[in-house]
């Protein structure tokens, strides 16, 4: 990614279409990021911003210019957040309910980076954010079997940078089960521009594609409880 000043005179973190799992990883952070702002947790503003083919001929670096190329039209920005500071597990804050928010999300979306060497969490104004949530949603690289994963556990949250504090999982699932109803996930979904979901190599259209989003999120949610017990024996 980079720090990008966007035509409204903001700073952005640019994540780049054309790059690393390509538009993948943006759907994987637009629905982690809004899913995480829909259960109060802080996450920098999301926006769309469009890359210009000009940017490109005015880089002399070759790798970057074939990345700004590859990159051309509609990406991701994230609200830089000034003076942040990465999240450091052995002296930063983390209160109890946040971090139980926190482990039931990346539960739901399957988010396999969270971890104490890449913590993908910033302190900023005293309070926990969120950053990053492109490794999430794995599924969606094969969607042959997408399906399979409707049911299947997520060993990996043995790992998690927050698990230690995450004393509040029971309450704060049900808490999740209230507020991330079928039309929060569909208004969520909808949102991914269908051009990130048209790819060749797959016979899913864009729309069957959301709606196995939407069938993915809403099976783990309704399921939280199992989730709840999968961290709890993981700590």
């Known amino acids: 990614p980079a720090i990008v000043e ?15 799992q390509g538009k993948k990883a943006l759907i994987a952070e637009i ?17 769309f911003m469009r890359l210009d083919i000009s940017f490109s001929k005015a880089e002399g670096d070759e790798e970057i210019q074939d990345l700004l190329k590859f990159s051309v039209g509609m990406n991701l ?14 002296v930063s804050i983390a209160d109890p309910i946040s971090a139980s928010k926190v482990v039931l999300l990346d539960s739901i979306i399957k988010n ?5 060497k ?13 950053i990053d949530h492109g490794a999430s949603l794995y599924f969606h690289h094969n969607w042959d ?14 790992d998690h ?8 999982l029971s309450e704060n699932a049900e808490f999740i089960r209230d507020v991330i109803k079928p039309e929060v996930v569909e208004e969520i979904v909808s949102a991914v521009p269908s051009e990130w979901l048209i790819d060749p190599s797959s016979s899913l259209g864009a729309e069957e594609k959301k709606k196995a989003y939407m069938t993915f999120l809403n099976t783990k ?11 709890e024996d993981a700590k």
């Open 31 to 47: 629905i982690g990021g809004e899913l995480a702002r829909a259960m109060g947790l802080n996450v920098p503003e999301l926006v």
């Open 145 to 158: 079997n997408w399906e399979s994963h409707l049911k299947g556990a997520f060993p990996l949250i043995k």
């Open 221 to 231: 949610v309704s399921n939280i409880d199992s989730l709840v017990k999968e961290a």
């Open 118 to 130: 890449n913590t993908n969490l910033l302190n900023w104004n005293n309070e926990l954010w969120l």
């Open 77 to 90: 920005g994230l609200h830089y957040l000034s003076s942040a500071i990465t999240y450091d597990p052995l």
């Open 112 to 116: 396999i980076d969270r971890t104490a």
């Open 161 to 168: 940078v927050l698990l230690s504090r995450a004393t509040k």
């Open 6 to 20: 966007g035509s409204d005179g903001f700073q952005y973190v640019l994540k780049f279409r054309g790059a690393g």
